[in-house]
């Protein structure tokens, strides 16, 4: 498909044109939507009403979201002549490992600024950072405004350097990255036409606004993570991007109940969803998104904003790796 042709989405409504080169071809697409009914029971939900996407399937390096982004972003990067990719992101980011295997595939120098000091012990997505050749840079305390400066500064020196650097945005979200999750959309669509609800972790804000210009506001359930302050008003922004007739903010479906102290810290309603999901279904969610995810979709069948007979997908956004990087988890898990 020409992404440069504007496509009527599922809902009719039309898209603007893309941006003059194609998407690079990183991931295995599509990826399963697969049912999960003893885990739909175990919601209050019927067995034949939830289905899991299963965005954590995508291949290279553990797979996750980001890499349906990371096709628009880095073909950006290489559109521009860029030869080092730089991005942002907290110590266990997903997206800064898919961005340095995405660097390793291409060929790419990848520098990682994140969030933090270094450890005194690799693990999780941080060793997988350094097993696909990334250099890491430490910006110790800052928030996203610093972390944003930071990057810009390392980009500078590489220039200086001779380099060629590329600014990939935090999360990979942007207007452009969300035009990967335009894609998933129309991808579930097909996979799933009657799907009412389509429940997906809210972090940097691409993927669900991607969703939200390809099914529509009202079928989509984004549950924050606390990632950045400004969610849902970058959901807006980069859905209105994506679509002639954006939809108004105040139409966007975003629960904030989960957030707990904060972006990746492990609530304890978390914690029962990863057992739930892995006890249920044999599928392991991560702990700072589709783990969130799911405690979200559990707490909007006990209010009723989704109900028993509803369809409803659960996007699995992957970050295994992560999994293995937050130390807590065994004695929050017991």
């Known amino acids: 498909m020409d992404s440069r042709i504007t496509q009527p989405a599922h809902d009719g409504t039309a898209h603007p044109a893309g941006p003059p080169f194609s998407p ?24 034949e009403d939830l289905w899991i996407k299963r965005d954590d399937l995508t291949g290279l390096a553990g797979g996750g979201n980001k890499i349906r982004k990371l096709e628009w972003t880095v073909a950006k990067a290489l559109a521009e002549h860029g030869d080092t990719l730089v991005t942002t992101g907290a110590a266990q980011s997903n997206h800064a490992r898919l961005t340095a295997a995405a660097g390793a595939r291409l060929g790419l120098d990848v520098v990682l600024v994140l969030q933090g000091e270094p450890p005194a012990a690799a693990a999780g997505n941080l060793l997988l950072d350094s097993l696909l050749g990334a250099r890491l840079v430490w910006a110790g305390d800052a ?19 001779g380099a060629t650097p590329a600014l990939i945005p935090f999360g990979g979200s942007s207007a452009l990255g969300a035009r990967g999750y335009l894609d998933a959309g129309s991808e579930l669509l097909e996979q799933c036409p009657d799907v009412q609800h389509i429940v997906v972790a809210l972090g940097s804000g691409g993927t669900m606004a991607g969703l939200v210009a390809a099914a529509g ?101 992957g970050g295994l790796p992560g999994f293995f990087g937050h130390s807590e988890i065994p004695a929050v898990l017991g």
């Open 24 to 47: 690079l071809r990183l991931g295995t697409w599509p990826t399963p939507l697969e049912p999960a009914p003893r885990l739909a029971t175990a919601l209050g939900l019927r067995p």
């Open 143 to 161: 928030d996203g405004e610093a972390l944003d400066a930071a990057a810009r500064e390392t980009a500078k020196d590489l220039r200086k350097a």
């Open 217 to 317: 506001a009202r079928r989509v359930l984004g549950v924050d993570t606390g990632a950045r302050r400004d969610a849902k008003a970058a959901v807006h922004e980069y859905a209105a991007a994506l679509t002639h007739a954006p939809v108004a903010a105040e139409e966007l479906r975003v629960r904030t109940d989960q957030i707990g102290a904060g972006y990746g810290t492990l609530t304890p309603a978390t914690a029962e969803a990863l057992s739930l999901a892995a006890r249920c279904e044999g599928v392991v969610l991560d702990p700072v998104y589709t783990g969130r995810a799911l405690a979200g979709l559990r707490a909007a069948v006990r209010d009723g904003d989704i109900r028993p007979g509803e369809t409803t997908v659960l996007v699995h956004t």
